[in-house]
């Protein structure tokens, strides 16, 4: 049996975290669906930079829609669409046969809108409203600004990927957004059932940035503790009395997924953050090249603990080296805002000198 099967019959889904035309002409995406048993995709602005900067398969469209005078996000979520759209009809058997637990697939709203909560709201409204299609995630960061967004769209019935988290308390403040917007949604007399999210908490970024602040022993292991940590957070909101109240209503848990998942040390296996984030009802999504890794030589660890483990000791050994998780934490959280700004401002900037380009012949 393939790796990725093993870890699907665990219960956690393997979504991509990559797409591109390319992948959707040559079919590349559906034998990742047959093969390796992705059920998935997110993307964001920097994936997309990639795939249109770095081919052709994007003239036509963005030759057409330029003469029709698009430019700038609107070009930009025109040809997003066009590719999650495909990608969502590849995914929407699993979607079907899971009843909406999985097969979906995530777009981000302008990432200059992340602390801005009534303009989230209106842009994740207006993408949910023009993608017609049931298996869209629209990814809302979980900043402070965020989380008013979330709740309402969540109220609104608008499926959210909440995204940026990346402490335990991150994921809390996520778990509540989702909660109160159920929580009004049964006030109002609407369905449970018709409202979904999941809470994405970044996990490689962690070792990344204390790689070189600590000793060989404790190097690459504070994103596996603070996921472990969430972890035990994840199952103690399941177990509470408040989500069994909504549970009862038939609503959908707000499934954990972990993200950020390619390994950022040459030196760490290339499936450091697959093997050893093994747990039931989350997800893991992968760059694309550790997906092939795990597909090729994926070894399976032990099922994360219920109750966090060794997460608490680990953590305060990095402590100790001065290291506060709960400052990191929040640091990363805004340079993941702020690089998801430049990944777009570089993301629209490659459309106008190509559109410019195309246009001159």
């Given at each position: 049996m393939?790796?990725?099967?093993?870890l699907?019959?665990?219960?956690q889904?393997?979504?991509?975290d990559?797409i591109?035309?390319?992948?959707?002409?040559?079919?590349?995406?559906?034998?990742?669906?047959?093969?390796?048993?992705?059920?998935?995709?997110?993307?964001?602005?920097?994936?997309?930079?990639?795939?249109?900067?770095?081919?052709?398969?994007?003239?036509?469209?963005?030759l057409?829609?330029?003469?029709k005078?698009?430019?700038?996000e609107?070009?930009?979520?025109?040809l997003?669409?066009?590719?999650l759209?495909?990608?969502?009809?590849?995914?929407?058997?699993i979607?079907?046969?899971?009843?909406?637990k999985?097969?979906?697939?995530?777009?981000?709203?302008?990432?200059?809108l992340?602390y801005d909560?009534?303009?989230?709201?209106?842009?994740a409204?207006?993408l949910?409203?023009?993608?017609q299609?049931?298996?869209?995630?629209?990814?809302?960061?979980?900043?402070?600004?965020?989380?008013p967004?979330?709740?309402?769209s969540?109220?609104q019935g608008?499926?959210?990927?909440?995204?940026?988290?990346?402490?335990p308390?991150?994921?809390?403040?996520?778990a509540?957004?989702?909660m109160?917007?159920?929580?009004r949604?049964?006030?109002?007399?609407l369905?449970?059932?018709?409202?979904f999210?999941?809470?994405?908490l970044?996990v490689?970024?962690?070792?990344k940035?204390?790689?070189?602040?600590v000793?060989?022993s404790l190097r690459n292991q504070?994103?596996?503790?603070?996921?472990?940590?969430?972890?035990?957070?994840?199952r103690?909101?399941?177990e509470?009395?408040?989500?069994k109240?909504?549970?009862?209503?038939?609503a959908?848990?707000q499934?954990?997924l972990?993200a950020?998942t390619?390994?950022?040390?040459?030196?760490?296996?290339d499936i450091?953050?697959?093997?050893?984030?093994?747990?039931p009802?989350?997800?893991?999504t992968?760059?694309?090249?550790?997906?092939?890794?795990?597909a090729?030589h994926?070894?399976?660890?032990?099922?994360?603990?219920?109750?966090g483990?060794?997460?608490?000791?680990?953590?305060?050994?990095y402590?100790?080296?001065?290291?506060?998780?709960?400052?990191?934490?929040?640091?990363l959280?805004?340079?993941?805002?702020?690089s998801?700004?430049?990944?777009?401002?570089?993301?629209?900037?490659?459309?106008k000198k190509?559109?410019?380009?195309?246009?001159a012949?």
């Open positions: 393939k790796p990725t099967q093993k699907h019959d665990l219960r889904s393997l979504w991509l990559n591109s035309r390319e992948m959707l002409d040559k079919g590349v995406l559906k034998k990742y669906i047959d093969e390796y048993s992705v059920t998935g995709l997110t993307s964001n602005p920097t994936i997309f930079d990639h795939a249109i900067a770095r081919s052709h398969f994007y003239d036509r469209s963005i057409e829609y330029s003469h005078g698009l430019d700038g609107e070009l930009f979520f025109q997003a669409i066009e590719d759209r495909r990608a969502a009809d590849l995914f929407l058997p979607y079907e046969r899971t009843f909406g999985d097969g979906w697939v995530s777009l981000e709203v302008s990432p200059l992340a909560a009534q303009n989230t709201f209106l842009e409204q207006r949910h409203q023009m993608f299609r049931p298996n869209l995630f629209i990814k809302i960061p979980g900043t402070k600004e965020g989380l967004a979330i709740e309402k969540i109220f608008i499926p959210i990927n909440v995204t940026l988290l990346f402490t308390q991150h994921y809390l403040e996520a509540e957004a989702y109160r917007g159920l929580e949604r049964m006030a109002e007399g369905p449970l059932e018709n409202a999210s999941v809470a994405s970044f490689s970024r962690w070792d940035a204390t790689m070189n602040r000793g060989d504070l994103g596996i503790a603070i996921a472990k940590k969430t972890y035990k957070a994840y103690d909101v399941l509470s009395e408040r989500w109240r909504l549970a009862q209503k038939k959908n848990t499934l954990l972990w950020s390619g390994t950022k040390d040459p030196q760490a296996s450091l953050y697959v093997k050893n984030l093994v747990a009802d989350t997800i893991n992968m760059p694309e090249e550790t997906l092939l890794a795990f090729d994926g070894q399976i660890g032990e099922v994360l603990p219920r109750d483990g060794n997460a608490d000791e680990i953590i305060a050994q402590h100790q080296q001065g290291i506060s998780v709960d400052e990191l934490g929040q640091q959280q805004e340079e993941g805002a702020e998801f700004v430049n990944s777009w401002n570089d993301l629209l900037s490659s459309l190509k559109a410019s380009l195309l246009r012949f």
